[in-house]
Nanobody, 113 residues
């Protein structure tokens, strides 16, 4: 089970930290990722992290502004977002597995201009 939290309303240029708490499985066994979906747009893979946390990748749209990390001891995935832009407004969801078989509910992030 995946539980995302940390969304909210923030002004452009601000920061937010999203968290995804995992339970019911071996967290360290799963590749993890954050996705987002804005109204009227397709779901977008924002960032992905390897099982150990040693390898990460980002969408070009967030590279240099967002940081994905994980704590395998605490079973928590995080997404630190900075220099937020109005176009980052979306519902953000965490997912687990090579094919992203497991999903948490989303958390709304709204960036005002």
């Amino acid at each position: 089970q995946l539980q995302a939290s940390g969304g909210g309303l923030v002004q452009a240029g601000g920061s937010l930290k999203l968290s995804c708490a995992a339970s019911g499985g071996t967290f360290s066994a799963y590749v993890m990722a954050w996705f987002r979906q804005a109204p009227g747009k397709e779901r977008e893979l924002v960032a992905r992290i390897s099982r150990s946390g040693g390898s990460t990748s980002y969408a070009d749209s967030v590279k240099g502004r967002f940081t994905i990390s994980r704590d395998n001891a605490q079973n928590i995935l995080t997404l630190q977002m900075s220099s937020l832009k109005p176009e980052d407004t979306a519902v953000y969801s965490c997912a687990a597995g090579l094919k992203f078989d497991y999903w948490g509910q989303g958390t709304q992030v709204t960036v005002s201009s």
